[in-house]
């Protein structure tokens, strides 16, 4: 059977084991945290170099959107001014299709032909009956000058409306490009702006894992740290029953050294015989004192 010295002795040897396997794991622990505290700190740095990416894009977004906005606005007018041209061209038709033909006859024959006419009346005896059927013929004649002149001047405006009318129809055309072209460029811009909100939403959860990662390894370092603490106590409770065993048992060695020198002594008093310094020590508790 293991005498109590020896019981005490194995609880330490155990208690240093595992004090031993508690320091060791709480080194790992304080390792670990600050790893994933390194990890965290990477991580918001990366956080906010997107967050400015972020922005950037977003105001990059904004302009496009603004500049988009100000072609949408011409793009209006262009369409209002190609109406306003048809409807005025369609306008002109009209007029033009009632004036129709002047007898086939262009602005200058008709004036050639009244130039002549009214020189014959100028120059030429002429009767009366054959003068005044030239008179008629003169006004006839500049009854259709002046409708040719209007029919010239509706064809002229109506070639000016269609040349305006192209000319809008260009535009138009151009500002539905440029539409399209800035349409393009904001749809690739949300489409970043979504990726770098995907990537900062990512971010954000491993932070929050670390973090809770972290909590978690604070908590058992707390908790690692408790445990030594009572393991510390439970040793120097062992070191303290241990000592005391000891100095318990040194006093009953030493107690029963004198025990035999008292004999001695009082065996040597019984005989008659010399005693020493020593010996009256050990009678008188000198020794004892001095021991």
């Known amino acids: 059977m293991a005498s109590e ?26 390792s670990e945290i600050r790893t994933l505290k390194q990890e965290r700190r990477e991580l918001i740095e990366k956080i906010k170099g997107l967050r400015e990416e972020l922005r950037a894009e977003r105001e ?7 500049e988009r906005q100000k072609l949408i606005e011409e793009r209006r007018e262009a369409v209002k001014k ?11 038709r009209e007029l033009l299709n009632n004036a ?28 009366l009956e054959e003068e005044n059927a030239i008179i008629r013929e003169i006004s006839r004649l500049e009854s259709l000058l002046e409708k040719a002149v209007e029919a010239r001047k509706l064809r002229n405006e109506y070639r000016e409306l269609n040349a305006q009318l192209k000319s809008q129809i260009i535009i138009l055309n151009d500002l539905n490009g440029k ?14 702006i979504g990726t770098l909100k995907e990537q900062v939403k990512a971010l954000q959860e491993s932070i929050e894992e670390r973090n809770k990662a972290i909590q978690d390894r604070a908590n058992e370092l707390v908790e690692l740290s408790g445990k030594l603490n009572e393991m510390y106590a439970k040793y120097r409770e062992f070191q303290t029953r241990l000592r005391e065993l000891r100095v318990g048992r040194k006093k009953a060695v030493e107690k ?6 008292k004999e001695g002594a009082m065996k040597k008093l019984k005989e008659g015989k010399r005693l020493t310094l020593e010996d009256l020590k050990v009678l008188y508790g000198g020794l004892e004192e001095e021991e």
């Open 82 to 92: 190609i109406r306003e041209i048809k409807s005025q061209l369609f306008s002109k």
């Open 60 to 66: 990059k977004l904004a302009k496009l959107k603004e």
């Open 256 to 261: 029963e050294i004198i025990e035999r020198k």
């Open 179 to 192: 539409i399209s072209e800035l349409s393009i460029k904001i749809n690739s811009v949300r489409e970043r």
């Open 5 to 30: 010295e020896e019981v005490i002795l194995n609880e330490i040897s155990a208690l240093r084991e595992e004090l031993k396997d508690l320091r060791e794991r709480r080194a790992e622990v304080a």
């Open 100 to 127: 129709g033909k002047v007898e086939g006859m262009s602005v200058a024959k008709i004036r050639a032909r009244i130039d002549r006419l009214e020189w014959r009346i100028i120059t030429e005896s002429l009767p």
